[in-house]
């Protein structure tokens, strides 16, 4: 594998990004999204990810942009304000390779800077995201409930898995 690096996201990334997640979109449960996201659904995502003082990095193989990920607001309420959610996508080809485990420790690593407590992972209880499981699980989250049916997508209910890292006890 060549040199990974990450840096924050801009405008121009856009694109790579659309082209990688709507592909999970629209082949698989790993998102419960349903339609394609359009440039202003991810500009939107990245303008409110910067509101919030959180980090949005891109991951670049060989210079090439190869996945990204972002914290966000887990709930909306106040009290909650310490407590992210974690995103992570890699373009399909270049996973298996390490790059999302280098990727998730580099959002924990800038989420600590940024006064992040607790970090959580909603992951699809489905096939699909058993790789996006294990890479959490490898990476000291701790699977902390589930709950059924809560979604559907290619006509199956599906579940979700929720997962917790604290970094303020690490
Ligand atoms: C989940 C994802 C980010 C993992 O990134 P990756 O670069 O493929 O994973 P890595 O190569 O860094 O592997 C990290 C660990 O995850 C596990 N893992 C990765 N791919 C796996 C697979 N296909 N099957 C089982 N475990 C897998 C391994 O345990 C690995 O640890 P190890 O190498 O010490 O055994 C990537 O596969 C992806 O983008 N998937 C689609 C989108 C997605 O599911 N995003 C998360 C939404 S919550």
Redesign the pocket.
């Known amino acids: 594998m060549g040199s990974v690096e990450f840096r924050p996201v801009t405008d121009g990334d856009v694109p790579a990004m659309l082209d990688i997640y709507n592909h ?1 979109i629209q082949t ?1 449960t ?2 419960f999204d349903l339609d394609p996201w359009s440039a202003e659904d991810m500009n939107h995502k990245i303008e409110t990810v910067a509101e919030l003082g959180m980090p949005f990095i891109v991951a670049e193989l060989d210079g090439n942009l190869v ?1 990204y990920g972002y914290l966000s607001t887990w709930r909306e309420k106040c009290a909650y304000e310490t407590t992210m959610e974690n ?4 373009r ?1 080809s ?11 420790d580099e959002l924990m690593r800038l989420g600590r800077e940024a006064g992040v407590r607790e970090v959580i ?4 209880n489905t096939a ?5 499981i ?2 959490h ?2 990476a000291g989250f701790i699977r902390v409930g589930e709950m059924d049916r809560v979604g559907r997508k290619f006509d199956e209910w599906i579940g979700v898995v929720m997962m917790q890292r604290s970094l303020a006890h690490e």
């Open positions: 999970y698989s790993v998102t996945g995103t992570l996508y890699l399909d270049a996973r298996g390779a390490g790059i999302g485990r280098l990727l998730l992972a909603v992951i699809a699909d995201a058993a790789p996006s294990r890479l699980e490898k």
